[in-house]
């Protein structure tokens, strides 16, 4: 019940702050309190937003990967490079990696579509395919999220393309 009470304090507090006269400010509480949610409804919501951010908690695991950095040495433009990065479960839960994304259109990260389990290895696979015009040394990010904390996590690969 704390938390309604402190969660309706902000909202007027904060509505109060961009509301010019008295009367705007009485009807300002007057329609957080009538117009939302009763107390039980909005204690409902709270309960289940902890819930929830305690089961995502309980469900947090780590991993390890076997690099943080591929380094395919010397390519041609409009070549195909492919890679891979182990990931390891090392904790006691599921690993589920949610999205894998990179920095730039000419890298393209694939995930494993199943979780992890604890103690077991997937891969990551990474393409690279540089455009025309695109010489000299590259570096490319892509960027790992997973139910681990923090949920995101970044891998490189690089390459000098002449």
């Known amino acids: 019940m704390k938390y309604v009470y402190f969660l309706v304090g902000i909202l007027v507090v904060s509505y109060s702050c961009t509301t010019t006269s008295e009367d ?12 939302g949610e ?6 409902a919501k709270v309960k289940a937003f902890e819930d929830e951010q305690k ?5 947090k695991t780590t991993f390890s990967l076997d690099k943080q950095l591929h380094d395919f040495g010397n390519v041609k433009p409009e070549s195909e490079n492919t890679c891979r990065f ?4 090392t904790g ?3 690993l ?12 393209t990260p694939h995930k494993p579509e199943q979780p992890i389990l604890p103690g077991k290895s997937d891969y990551i696979e990474v393409g690279f395919h540089p455009k025309p ?4 040394e590259i570096t490319k990010t892509v960027t790992i999220e997973a139910n681990t904390e923090p949920l995101l996590t970044e891998v490189q690969i690089k390459a000098l393309v002449k």
């Open 24 to 35: 705007e400010k009485k009807d300002a509480n007057v329609t957080l309190l009538t117009e």
């Open 38 to 43: 009763t107390d039980k409804e909005l204690a």
């Open 55 to 59: 089961a995502l908690k309980e469900t």
């Open 86 to 89: 182990k990931v390891t479960n």
């Open 92 to 94: 006691e839960k599921p």
């Open 96 to 107: 589920i990696i949610s999205k894998v994304s990179a920095s730039c259109g000419c890298t």
């Open 133 to 136: 015009g695109q010489l000299g």
